[in-house]
């Protein structure tokens, strides 16, 4: 069949209009062999301007398109269902970016003119190459992983599960609750940290929905939105395969490691202790069933609370650890209300409605605050004494029965080889990195993966739950039950003839897409979970991957009229 | 200090005889090296009768082909039943490490022998027993630790001339009594255990000696020189086509190279050949074309697919009809990326060629 190429350059209102010559690009280029109609129109993204093109394409009889206009992150999509719509199959289509690339960049107009006509002369010449690729249409699947069954992990799961849905609900620990199961009270209102946590622990054990796998990790997740394989492996063997649609990250924190900082006298100095260990004393299943006790068995007449520990190392604020930090001085003072309590803080950090209020309310309950910076404890005169460069910088000393470091909090233990594994980022600070500070913070960089809770950053229970309902929130609204997926058309293949079976492929693959068959000596490309993102074409040393939509012949003849 | 022991005998005797006796009590299956076939060619071989290792010349001058290219072939489809003592040049121990790196073969069940080499003259003088007749001139020069005159230019300009990953390295370069006492230096404990019950003196002491050091500032200078003739820098396309603008299109340094190691080359392919438009638009463009077309574009290919891993054995200028420095540019381009990845091909299996590897760090040497 003969080619017929039809141009048309959108002025893009005056975006292009005012920066690019039309009149010369068409010029230059509706004289080339199979160019049929080369045009301008005011906005092609228009309905008119769809309309306009649908209609051309179909009166001409385009056996190619290209489209002149803006980038093709915008409109690409858009160019391309006209062609659908005009039953020109849509990989027969080029956009070439001449707005981005040309006029909003380049002041001078012959420049921008030249470097557009140039554009335009690529996609006509690599146009002619394209290769008409079939879609197809898999179900999705609308099951979640969650991984972690602390607060976030267990709000997901319970607002996820139901009877279209299934969730697997998978945690390393051999029970569920994550970490507000070792606390005895919440802040602020001091209510029962069980009294919250049972019920929500009782609805995911009875929810047919939820199968619950503890003592379980992650080993493996491949493919994507909708569609992604996951490895799990239970403690002592038992390996398992699931498929799930998206996954919920919620493997929350763990307490700073103090010891690496000498100055607090933690290990060395007695009864000095973390607040993770100071709650776990506190509670009524700890060691001394509650009781507040020193390590000579008598109760603590003053005890410190030392703010900010680790806050410098990590270089970032904890958020909760003034909370809790009254927390825990309110838990003394109801157990021993003679005991002298004193905060030692360099900042107060109290954001949100309830906290003014509950930091008022405990101060009002006899409690010390002494701003200090330079903190460092040492064993002291019957006790550990505080040292410490008060507000004047006076160098101080203060003798305490008992000191309490609030700690810092850090990413959970392995989440640089879940980041790996899942492969998703993780922020400077050890924490999976959301995609958007602000417009996506529950997403992350993968699609179909999202991330609540303290494994996000640190935080306190209720915005965990608020993340837990908005990664659950993004899944119910777009996994929906019975949606169909269209995974990428534009991925790799590999030659038989031409492979070496050298798995440089292998090794350059984003999306473990490529597998090796030993029998023929190959490699080959899963088609559903390839991405096609090039890397294996880009690396193969024989030629024998090649892109569908990048061929060899296609870049070559694009490249050819760029920079002829 | 490195353990060695020394044989009182001439080396290439002693190599023989050690190598005839372990394939007598068994200690080796096969022994691949080169052999004197009886219409006096010199080739590479597998052994396994310990009569015929008195045919082996396993110092000769004369490459012909890289043993790298060879031993690859022997273990594509799995690795030989070993031990097989191998003994080969350092630059082919290398070609062989960056072809098993890309699953083109297998190290495993081998015993590597190598030398200090002192580099292999051309192919072309394999020819009417040349290389016989320059014999004494060779191992003179090698006596005295001096570059070996007339020997292949990138042999001259080579700086690996001591081996990586040899079970046992001969000392040659640089010894004096190389024609009365076989020197080995023994690097592993598969190659100590070779050479049990062989007799001769354990001794300690250094192979990288003061004098091995002159040597190698010699070699560099001779690879400035190399370089400084081939003027690469400043060629530009025009000079690049000029230099192969002599290629007949044989493909022959694509079958000599190692690290070619395509079944089908794609410069071979469908791909590369010219559509008739494009003939036509070239011809409206320039108004006359070479035939056949691509000639450099294959050379570059060439160079882009194995500069990473070029080991500088210097097959390619060998072998080429129209005596292209091929090897020449290969080395030094080849040089100028691997440096860039601090990567010194074939010297250590377990690292990954920089293609295939991945950092965050993003490479911005090539843009300034």
């Keep these: 069949m003969e080619e017929k190429i039809g141009v048309y350059v959108c002025e893009c209102g005056p975006n292009i209009a005012e920066k690019v010559d039309i009149e010369r690009v068409l010029a230059a280029v509706s004289s080339i062999e199979g160019v049929a109609v080369a045009e301008r129109y005011k906005l092609l993204c228009s309905e008119e301007g769809k309309k306009f093109l649908k209609e051309n394409i179909e009166k001409h009889g385009l056996t190619h398109l290209v489209v002149a206009a803006c980038s093709p992150k915008q409109h690409e999509l858009t160019f391309m269902n006209v062609c659908e719509e005009a039953g020109l199959n849509p990989y027969l289509f080029q956009l070439a970016n001449i707005r981005e690339q040309c006029a909003w960049i380049i002041e001078d107009k012959d420049e921008a003119t030249e470097k557009a006509i140039r554009y335009v002369r690529a996609a006509i010449s690599r146009v002619r190459y394209h290769i008409p690729l079939e879609k197809k249409e898999i179900e999705a699947n609308p099951d979640v992983l969650v991984i972690g069954a602390g607060v976030a992990g267990i709000e997901a799961s319970l607002l996820l599960a139901s009877r279209a849905r299934k969730v697997y609900l998978v945690e390393r620990e051999s029970s569920i609750g994550g970490k507000v199961k070792g606390f005895a009270q919440l802040f602020p209102r001091m209510e029962s940290a069980s009294a919250l946590l049972e019920p929500k622990i009782k609805q995911v054990v009875e929810n047919k929905n939820i199968e619950l796998m503890t003592e379980s990790e992650v080993e493996q997740l491949l493919g994507f939105f909708g569609n992604f394989v996951v490895t799990v492996r239970k403690k002592g063997g038992e390996e398992r395969e699931l498929n799930v649609g998206a996954v919920v990250v919620a493997t929350g924190l763990q307490e700073f490691d103090v010891s690496g900082l000498p100055q607090y006298g933690y290990g060395k100095v007695d009864n000095v202790y973390t607040a993770g260990e100071f709650e776990r004393m506190n509670s009524p299943d700890g060691p001394t069933q509650g009781k507040v006790l020193l390590k000579d068995g008598r109760a603590p007449r003053s005890v410190a609370i030392i703010h900010c520990v680790g806050r410098q190392e990590k270089g970032y604020c904890s958020r909760v650890c003034c909370l809790y930090s009254l927390k825990l001085a309110q838990y003394l003072k109801s157990k021993i209300p003679e005991v002298q309590v004193c905060q030692f803080y360099s900042d107060l950090c109290l954001p949100g409605k309830p906290y003014q209020r509950f930091y008022e309310e405990t101060k009002g309950k006899g409690v010390d605050f002494i701003r200090a910076e330079k903190v460092e404890i040492s064993e002291g005169e019957g006790g550990v004494a505080v040292n410490y460069s008060s507000e004047s910088g006076r160098l101080e000393v203060r003798n305490f029965d008992m000191v309490i470091l609030a700690t810092a909090m850090e990413p959970a233990h392995g989440s640089a080889k879940l980041a790996e594994i899942l492969n998703i980022g993780r922020g400077v600070e050890g924490f999976f990195i959301e995609e958007h500070e602000k417009l996506g913070p529950v997403s992350t960089s993968l699609e179909g993966i999202y991330i609540a809770g303290c494994a996000q950053g640190p935080k306190g229970i209720s915005e965990s739950i608020v993340q837990a309902e908005a990664a659950a929130g993004k899944i119910l609204a777009s996994l929906v039950p019975g949606r169909k997926l269209e995974p990428e058309v534009k991925v790799s293949e590999i030659s038989e003839a031409f492979c070496i079976g050298c798995k440089t492929c292998i090794s350059v693959c984003a999306y473990n897409a490529i597998t090796f068959d030993e029998l023929r000596r190959i490699s080959v490309v899963n088609e559903v979970l390839c991405r096609g993102c090039g890397n294996c074409a880009a690396a193969c040393p024989s030629g024998a991957a090649r892109h569908r939509h990048f061929t060899f012949r296609q870049i070559y003849h694009e490249l050819m009229e760029t920079l002829r | ?368």
Excluded at chain 2, 38 to 64: C, H, K, R, W
Excluded at chain 2, 99 to 124: A, D, M, N, W
Excluded at chain 2, 133 to 161: D, L, N
Excluded at chain 2, 203 to 211: D, N, V
């Design chain 2, 1 to 368: 200090m490195a353990k060695f022991l020394e044989l009182d005998k001439g080396t290439e005797a002693g190599i023989r005889e050690l190598l005839g006796q372990s394939l007598r009590n068994g200690q080796v299956k096969a022994v691949f090296a080169l052999r004197r076939t009886t219409n006096g060619a010199v080739n590479y071989s597998l052994i396994t009768d310990p009569q015929m290792m008195e045919e082996a010349v396993p110092l000769f001058p004369s490459m012909p082909s890289n043993a790298g290219q060879l031993l690859s072939r022997l273990t594509l489809k799995g690795p030989v039943e070993g031990p097989v003592a191998v003994v080969v040049r350092p630059c082919e121990l290398r070609a062989l490490v960056e072809l098993v790196k890309r699953e083109q073969g297998s190290l495993e069940g081998f015993l590597f022998i190598s030398f200090t080499c002192p580099g292999v003259y051309p192919l072309k003088a394999s020819a009417n027993g040349e290389i016989e007749g320059k014999q004494t001139q060779y191992w003179e020069a090698v006596k005295s630790g001096k570059v070996v005159p007339e020997i292949r230019p990138t042999c001259r300009a080579c700086e690996h001339f001591i081996p990586y990953n040899a079970d046992i390295t001969i000392s040659l370069v640089g010894n004096k009594d190389v024609d009365k006492r076989c020197i080995l230096f023994l690097n592993t404990a598969k190659g100590a255990e070779l050479v049990k019950g062989v007799g001769g003196k354990l001794s300690e002491g250094e192979l990288e000696t003061a004098e091995l050091h002159a040597h190698r500032e010699e070699r560099l200078a001779e690879k400035k020189s190399l370089y400084d003739q081939g003027q690469l820098s400043g060629l530009g396309m025009d000079g690049l086509i000029e230099i192969f603008s002599r290629c007949i299109g044989c493909r022959g340094c694509r079958s000599a190279c190692p690290i070619c190691y395509c079944n089908l080359c794609t410069f071979d392919s469908f791909d590369y050949e010219y559509e008739p438009s494009t003939y036509e638009e070239e011809l409206k463009k320039r108004g006359g074309v070479r035939i056949p077309p691509n000639t450099i574009f294959y050379h570059l290919g060439r160079l882009t697919h194995v500069g990473i891993s070029c080991v500088g054995c210097g097959s390619c200028t060998d072998v080429c009809p129209v005596d292209i420095p091929l090897s020449a540019i290969f080395l030094q381009v080849g040089e100028a990326v691997q440096k860039i990845f601090d990567y010194i091909p074939g010297k250590d299996v377990e690292e990954d060629v920089p293609l295939a590897t991945f950092e965050e760090v993003e490479l911005t040497e090539i843009e300034e």
